[in-house]
T-cell receptor, first 112, second 114 residues
C-alpha cells in the first residue's frame, strides 16, 4: 500500500518563528501535492498546493518546497501566528483511483 | 454557500445498532468520498464514488456500506457497528476532472460505539 509519511507528529513554535512540516511519498500516478489545514471541530480545507514543474510555491506566509528526486515536499510557515495553530495534512496522488492519500497529520501549536 | 453537510455531528450508540450518517453537497460535484480520522493515522479513505451508482472501496472499507442514488447525497451505513468504528468521520466532494481539484470536506461526525 502506498505510503505518505509526514513528520513531525506535533510541533510547538513561538510566535514569529518558522514552522516546518515534512512529507515523503512513494510512487504516484501524477504530480499534484496539496496541504490541508484543519481547525478543531472543522473539516480539513485546502491551504496550498504545488505541481512539481516548479520547486517552490509561495502564498503569503505559506511556502511549499518540493524535491522530486527525493520524493519529498515540505510546508514552511513564516512568521507563525497563534491563529495558525491547527492540524496540517499533506497528501499525494495515488493509483488506481487518482484520489489523494493523506499523511498522518501534524498538530501545530504557536505560542504567543 | 458551497458546502458539504453531514448529519449527525455527534452520535453515541451501542454495538450492533444500525446507523446511517448522511452527507449532502450543493456544488454539483461528481466525486464524493468518506474518510475516518484517527489519532496518529490521519485520514483514511473508506469508500469513494466517481458518480451516481458508481462506488468503490477505499483503504478501510470493512464494516461499512455506501450508496449513491443521487449526485448530491452519499450516505455512510454501518450495518452492525462495533467499538473499533469509534472515530471521527468526514465526507468530502470534488469535481471529477483531474485529481488536482481541491476536496471540500464536511465538518465531521464523531461516532462513539459502546
Amino acid at each position: 500500500q502506498q505510503q505518505v509519511k509526514q513528520s513531525p507528529q506535533s510541533l510547538i513554535v513561538q510566535k514569529g518563528g518558522i514552522s516546518i512540516i515534512n512529507c515523503a511519498y512513494e510512487n504516484t500516478a501524477f504530480d499534484y501535492f496539496p496541504w490541508y489545514q484543519q481547525f478543531p471541530g472543522k473539516g480539513p480545507a485546502l491551504l496550498i498546493a504545488i505541481r512539481p514543474d516548479v520547486s517552490e510555491k509561495k502564498e503569503g506566509r505559506f511556502t511549499i518546497s518540493f524535491n522530486k528526486s527525493a520524493k519529498q515536499f515540505s510546508l514552511h510557515i513564516m512568521d507563525s501566528q497563534p491563529g495558525d495553530s491547527a492540524t496540517y495534512f499533506c497528501a499525494a496522488p495515488r493509483v488506481p483511483n487518482n484520489d489523494m492519500r493523506f499523511g498522518a497529520g501534524t498538530r501545530l501549536t504557536v505560542k504567543p | 454557500e458551497a458546502q458539504v453537510t453531514q448529519n449527525p455531528r455527534y452520535l453515541i450508540t451501542v454495538t450492533g445498532k444500525k446507523l446511517t450518517v448522511t452527507c449532502s453537497q450543493n456544488m454539483n460535484h461528481e466525486y464524493m468520498s468518506w474518510y475516518r480520522q484517527d489519532p496518529g493515522l490521519g485520514l483514511r479513505q473508506i469508500y469513494y464514488s466517481m458518480n451516481v451508482e458508481v462506488t468503490d472501496k477505499g483503504d478501510v472499507p470493512e464494516g461499512y456500506k455506501v450508496s449513491r442514488k443521487e449526485k448530491r447525497n452519499f450516505p455512510l451505513i454501518l450495518e452492525s457497528p462495533s467499538p473499533n468504528q469509534t472515530s471521527l468521520y468526514f465526507c468530502a466532494s470534488r469535481n471529477r476532472d483531474g485529481t488536482n481539484q481541491p476536496q471540500h470536506f464536511g465538518d465531521g461526525t464523531r461516532l462513539s460505539i459502546l
